[in-house]
């Protein structure tokens, strides 16, 4: 984002108050972001993206209730924060290519190693709670 901010200056928004909303988005996505991590501890399973094969549970409750990736949407409002603090509105082109990428290449395998390690209990979650909000 900031190698787009300063190729693409004429871009810029000027958004009153950018500072305190980019403070907001960060805290936000920080509060979300440890309540997950906080779920993750509480059901003593693990919250590493790269060995969900290890996962001992579907953790179904605190903002898990909310969004099958919590943890994932708090680095968007992040990436939004960040967007918002260099006020340049091509920045914004991140989220989409964020959203897709960790969609094709953490998520769905994700997905389909909770689906194969408990197949009825993920996919009533699923029925319950959508995959962002």
Known sequence: MFALATRFPQYNLYITHHLVISIVFVIVGSVIGLLALYDF??????????????????VDSG???YSRNPMYL????????LAVYLQNYVCLIIIPLFIRYITKYQIIPEEEMLNKLFPN???AYCKKVRRWL
């Open 41 to 58: 501890h509480k059901h003593q399973t693990t919250f590493h993206p790269h060995t969900p094969e290890k996962t001992r549970t579907v």
């Open 63 to 65: 903002v898990f209730a």
């Open 74 to 81: 708090a680095l968007i409002i992040t990436l939004l924060a």
């Open 121 to 123: 209990h993920y996919q």
